[in-house]
C-alpha cells in the first residue's frame, strides 16, 4: 500500500502528464492552418496607415510570389509627380542582398516560423527600414516598420493595404 503523502505528491504530476498527453493529442490531431494567399494587387489604404513619410503618395504592389521566393513590384505615385516603380524577384534566405534600380540599396528578406517575411534595407551603413507585413483580415495587409530618416532620426510607421478585386 502506497503512503498517504506519496500518492498526494503523484497526483499533481499525473495530472499534469494526462494533461499533456491529451494537449499533445489534441495539437497532432488538429489540421495545420494553411498559410495566408499574400499574392495579388494590394492598394495602399492612406486613412488607415500611421506615420507615413509620404502620406499623399498612391502606392500599389503586386506581389507574385512569397514563399521561398519573395516577387514583387511596388508603384509609388506622388500628387502631381512622377511614377517611381521597384520590382525585385529573389530568395527569403535572410542574407543580403544588391537590389536592383537604385544604387547602393541592399535588403534582407528573413522567414520566419510563422510565414511571415521579414525586410531589412540598407542604404550604405544605415538601416533605413525593418518590417512585416502580415494579413490583419480577409483582403487586408497591415505593415508594421521602424524606419530611419535621412536626418539619422527612427520612427516608426503602418502601412495598411486593400487587396484591389
Known amino acids: 500500500m502506497m503512503h498517504p503523502r506519496r500518492s498526494r505528491a503523484l497526483l499533481p504530476g499525473l495530472v499534469l502528464g494526462l494533461a499533456a498527453l491529451v494537449c499533445g493529442r489534441a495539437l497532432a490531431a488538429e489540421p495545420k492552418t494553411a498559410q495566408p494567399d499574400y499574392r495579388g494587387t494590394w492598394v495602399m489604404n492612406p486613412a488607415e496607415s500611421v506615420g507615413l513619410s509620404h502620406p499623399e503618395r ?24 512622377e511614377v ?11 542574407k543580403v542582398h544588391d537590389l536592383p534600380g537604385n544604387t547602393g540599396l541592399r535588403g534582407a528578406f528573413i522567414p520566419t516560423p510563422s510565414g511571415i517575411v521579414e525586410s531589412k534595407l540598407w542604404l550604405g551603413d544605415v538601416l533605413l527600414e525593418d518590417k512585416f507585413c502580415l494579413m490583419s483580415a480577409p483582403r487586408k495587409m497591415t505593415c508594421f516598420a521602424t524606419a530611419t530618416d535621412e536626418a539619422g532620426k527612427q520612427y516608426l510607421f503602418k502601412e495598411v493595404f486593400d487587396q484591389k478585386k
Request: zero cysteines; charged letters at 15%.
Open 58 to 81: 498612391a502606392e500599389v504592389v503586386v506581389l507574385r510570389r512569397q514563399d521561398t521566393v519573395l516577387d514583387y513590384t511596388w508603384t509609388g505615385t506622388p500628387p502631381g509627380g
Open 84 to 94: 517611381q516603380t521597384f520590382s525585385y524577384s529573389g530568395p527569403v534566405d535572410g
